[in-house]
């Protein structure tokens, strides 16, 4: 596999414990000295804190950067831009060419960022938004259970990595204290009885400040009390993604998503386009769907929509 030149100067600066010479970058990437010089520059104007002298060159810093080259191994399915109207936009033309699975599109802001129910998502720099491309092989009716688990790799992975004590709200919205912190999107696509794609588009806030826009909303950096680095944190919810996605769509993914939520055994409130919903979560079905208890002891399935906790009667 070939990375990008600039992923291989960043690295041996990186691994060096002080100054690395022009003549050992170029040996070691197998490039002229002037196209290091060149890579060097174009690191320095994306904000790379590079020492260049006359024996060479040093890394001091690095900016919470989420090019392609700064993910290894991922590099050629990372792909990365400055701003996007939504991160779905390309990710559905990568899906429908048959990219890599778990190629990801990942934006610093989106101009149009999306929610349920067509509401926007504010997406403005500091938060971390992508889109991640799946190809499980798997029915239509299973597919609920791929987003239940890509919230619930989202959950675990902010408290193992972070420690942030996060839950999920049916669908897909992560908690903090019942302040907001991250929703998710998705978009699937059949191919005769089996699922082509899933793109899950996922808008986290870690550094930005989602208060003036987004009701009780909260961002990782208010939560923890310092900046985050979002790169980390991608690739932590990557690994994670992948390393369990044999089991996406396996019966204990309820079970599990379950245990990790706070929506069930309360009064909720769930708005669809076209009827509002109220009763008391009881449980999930095999396929996602929400099951609410009504005053009268019958039940309602809701597959889908926006939900609040309580019964509210303005959401």
Not at 201 to 230: C, W, Y
Request: charged share 20%; aromatic share 6%.
């Amino acid at each position: 596999m070939t990375f990008s030149k600039k992923a291989a100067i960043l690295g041996l600066l990186r691994n060096a414990p002080g100054i690395v010479s022009g003549e050992t970058l170029s040996r070691q990437t197998g490039i002229s000295r002037v196209s290091v010089w060149k890579h060097i520059r174009a690191l320095q104007t994306l904000k790379y804190a590079i020492e260049a002298g006359a024996t060479g060159y040093r890394l001091k810093n690095a900016p919470d950067a989420l090019f392609a080259w700064e993910f290894g191994r991922r590099e050629p399915r990372i792909h990365y831009y400055g701003t996007l109207d939504s991160t779905m936009t390309p990710a559905r033309k990568l899906a429908r060419a048959n990219c890599p699975a778990f190629s990801v599109v990942v934006a610093e802001q989106q101009t149009h960022g999306r929610g349920r129910l067509d509401r926007r998502w504010d997406s403005t720099k500091g938060g971390l938004y992508f889109t991640v491309v799946l190809h499980p092989r798997i029915s239509p009716l299973q597919s609920a259970r791929v987003n239940l688990y890509a919230g619930l790799v989202l959950v675990e992975t902010l408290q193992e990595h972070l420690g942030v004590a996060a839950a999920v709200k049916w669908p897909n919205d992560i908690l903090v204290e019942e302040h907001k912190l991250a929703g998710m999107l998705s978009e699937m696509e059949t191919e005769g009885d089996l699922v082509s794609f899933i793109n899950i588009g996922m808008g986290i806030n870690v550094n930005n400040d989602p208060t003036g826009n987004e009701f009780n909303a909260v961002s990782l950096k208010q939560i923890l009390g310092h900046s985050v680095a979002r790169k980390p944190l991608l690739e932590a919810f990557l690994d994670r993604l992948e390393a369990g996605f044999g089991q996406a769509a396996d019966d204990d993914v309820i079970a599990r998503w379950k245990a990790k939520t706070i929506t069930l055994n309360r009064q909720v409130t769930v708005v669809t386009h076209n009827r509002t919903v109220r009763g008391l979560a009881v449980g999930l079905d095999p396929s996602g769907a929400l099951v609410l208890q009504q005053a009268d002891g019958s039940t309602v399935m809701v597959t889908h929509g926006d939900c609040f906790h309580g019964d509210i009667t303005q959401p």
